[in-house]
């Protein structure tokens, strides 16, 4: 199976994703977003894969607050989250069962 994680390395759901992909066989292709930042158009095929942008949204982080980005239109959140990589919420995993954002991490084990 092709995986694909959006992976912080140091963030331990993240960690924890990376391991039970891991350990069901897969080796997925990681992409660390905060190294490598997706596009506005990456991130616009993701959401609509997720169902949303708010779905990409790190809604606890202080600078979406500072951003007012909580009642945002999907195209500020986009916007957003392409200028300030922090605001993407990890992890988020793709393969040909579909695409989530895998918190808890246990919610990867639908995309086996």
Same mark, same amino acid.
């Given at each position: 199976m092709n995986a694909t994680i959006y992976h912080n390395p140091k963030c331990s759901t993240s960690r924890a994703v990376l391991q039970i992909l891991r350990e069901a066989g897969n080796e997925p292709r990681i992409v660390e977003y905060l190294k490598t930042p997706l596009s506005r158009k990456e991130l616009a095929s993701l959401a609509k894969r997720l169902g949303s942008a708010e779905? &990409?949204?790190? #809604?606890? /982080?202080?600078?979406?607050?500072?951003?007012? &980005?909580?009642? #945002?239109? /999907?195209d500020v959140v986009l916007d957003a989250i392409a200028e300030h990589p922090v605001l993407f919420n990890r992890p988020v995993v793709v393969t040909e069962k579909g695409a989530r954002a895998c918190r808890p991490a246990e919610t990867v084990l639908g995309l086996l």
């Open positions: 779905a &990409l949204l790190r #809604a606890k /982080e202080p600078l979406a607050a500072e951003l007012g &980005l909580k009642q #945002a239109s /999907e």
